[in-house]
């Protein structure tokens, strides 16, 4: 990954907001404050939302490619389906109908679901082109066990492409988390993020308040595809990076 420049930049960039926004958090007080208080937040959300679409993303996928061809193909064609829809619009939708009372646990079910779809297409295109492989067609023929290939050739060549497939659940939560705070059906009142902050410092016509968030979010959300691009042009099986 080290020869990817923008996932090299892109972890520098994530590993100085993270040190930004504690810092904030301490100090506090300002708009630069107000602004690494609101990333805590978002930040936060995303994580625990990106992991949960992650998990749901990578079963869906291996219990897929399981199961069998048919049984593939008709679990992966609502995820392919999905994907290409605006999912992040569901996430809005699903705050204006759980209302102002709405909590953190049923918003990060929904964006969990809302970043799923993409991780279970992208996972299950690893895993079949790991098992077109040639050394597990040879480990086959020369009648290695099942189990012993799946503990010596499958598992352990299929960690770095799943954890990059998994990668693409956080920018998504992320945003998804956002545009939802933008419009004011995000996170729950009392709960600022980024896309709380820019949405308010929006409605109020100021600039300054607004600039912070907004260029945070971005920068957080470049580095997220920028580690991502890098992942799996270092780790994809699809892609032949890796050799």
């Known amino acids: 990954m080290t020869a990817h420049r923008p996932a090299v930049a892109g972890l520098t960039l994530l590993a100085a907001l993270m040190l930004a926004v504690a810092a904030g958090l301490v100090a506090g007080g300002g708009p630069v404050g107000a602004a690494l208080a609101a990333g805590h937040q978002s930040l936060t959300f995303a994580l625990l939302a990106g992991l949960g679409g992650a998990a749901l993303g990578l079963l869906w996928a291996v219990i897929a490619v399981a199961l069998g061809e048919r049984a593939e193909r008709a679990m992966m064609a609502p995820a392919a389906a999905l994907t290409g829809l605006p999912l992040a619009l569901a ?41 077109r492989r040639e050394f597990l067609s040879a480990a086959q023929a020369a009648g290695i066990a099942n189990g012993r290939r799946l503990r010596r050739h499958i598992l352990p060549n299929a960690v770095l492409p799943l954890a990059a497939a998994a990668w693409t659940a956080l920018p998504r939560a992320l945003m998804a988390e956002s545009l939802a705070s933008l419009l004011g059906l995000g996170l729950p009142e009392g709960v600022s993020g980024w896309g709380t902050a820019v949405g308010a410092a929006a409605r109020a016509g100021d600039t300054v308040a607004l600039a912070g968030p907004a260029l945070l979010l971005a920068l957080t959300l470049w580095a997220l595809h920028g580690v991502g691009d890098g992942m799996r042009l270092a780790f994809s099986t699809v892609s032949g990076g890796r050799r």
């Open 91 to 131: 996430l809005p939708l699903a705050g204006g109908l759980l209302g102002p009372t709405r909590g953190l646990a049923p918003m990060a079910v929904v964006t969990a679901l809302i970043a799923a779809p993409a991780v279970a297409v992208i996972a299950r295109d690893e895993l079949r082109a790991l098992l």
